[in-house]
């Protein structure tokens, strides 16, 4: 499945993330108001990803000999990136654990802070979507639990968060916080309205062979979708204020200290927005099969050039 569905069943309400794009962008490091019209292209930029992945997986469900797309499915399109693995394991497990704890609230069983603390439960605290995720992974031969390589990706983000939550007053920081915590799929933004937006855009699309926890791990990537999108930005605007004559301008991380956006207004409003035009370049780039290894001698477009997944 290679390209986008665009034809939906306009009988059925509209449904839309740009808004809740908008606040995935602000608090993976854009402006605190980001452009409807970047919103709009990121939402479409994540539709066709997903679809992709969906599709992909589905054609390693098809060579594994099963009916449907598992979760054993995603993690083989994701096995040549450690990191990227570490984050979905520990998401996996995470959001799992986090639905036994507001279970065993629910139910008054909810062991104590001691307990907690001393480990002496941690057998039945133990994630099993999260072991059945490692137990796949081993059978490739990766072992994550002796993976000790560090996140650089990731670093690069919390720094870009401390650095901005420190120019922040109380109430910006609250909106930066609940912006952080905003997904695709979560207790507002469940499962449901995710998968029936795929449906609607692309009704050609296997959403219904998604089984197990799929569907949440699609709901991570889409969101990682929009953090690379967003990374790639914030490092192509970093190139474009490269100084050729200073040899460590290139050194530079990520994070855009405020102190070069100029003012103090402007050290509290954080970074100007992304801009549409800065996302067309982040593609452009990422595609570009001139970035490719010996890519200045391609005479043709290699179509598989676009089959590249952000997230994976």
Request: proline fraction near 5%; charge should be neutral; include cysteine.
């Amino acid at each position: 499945m290679n390209s986008i569905c665009s034809q939906g069943d306009a009988t059925k309400e509209n449904i839309s993330f740009v808004k809740e794009i908008q606040m995935m962008m602000f608090g993976l490091g854009d402006s605190a108001n980001p452009l409807l019209t970047s919103a709009t292209i990121v939402e479409k930029i994540v539709l066709q990803q997903i679809i992709m992945i969906i599709g992909q997986a589905e054609d390693v469900a098809e060579l594994r000999g099963v009916d449907g797309i598992y979760p054993q499915d995603i993690l083989f399109l994701m096995r040549k990136d450690i990191h990227k693995l570490q984050r979905i394991v520990n998401y996996v497990g995470f959001k799992e654990m986090k639905r036994v704890v507001m279970n065993s609230m629910n139910d008054g069983d909810m062991p104590g802070l001691e307990e907690l603390s001393s480990g002496t439960i941690e057998g039945r605290w133990e994630s099993k979507r999260r072991i059945t995720c490692l137990h796949f992974l081993e059978s490739l031969g990766i072992d994550l639990e002796r993976e000790n390589a560090v996140d650089t990706i990731k670093q690069e983000r919390l720094l870009r968060h401390v650095l901005r939550a420190q120019a922040m007053t109380p109430k910006m920081y609250e909106d930066f916080n609940y912006s952080r915590r905003t997904t695709f799929v979560s207790a507002r933004f469940h499962n449901n309205r995710f998968l029936d937006w795929i449906r609607q855009q692309c009704p050609d699309c296997p959403v219904n062979k998604l089984r197990s926890f799929t569907s949440e791990m699609l709901g991570y990537l889409a969101k990682e979708t929009v953090a690379h999108v967003v990374d790639l930005a914030l490092l192509l605007r970093q190139d474009s204020v490269v100084n050729p004559a200073d040899p460590f301008s290139r050194a530079q991380h990520t994070t855009l200290p405020f102190e070069t956006f100029g003012s103090s207004h402007r050290q509290l409003e954080g970074p100007p927005p992304i801009t549409p035009d800065e996302i067309r370049e982040v593609l452009r780039r990422y595609y570009s099969t001139q970035l490719c290894p010996w890519g200045a001698f391609t005479v043709n477009m290699d179509p598989t050039i676009f089959n590249k997944i952000l997230a994976c």
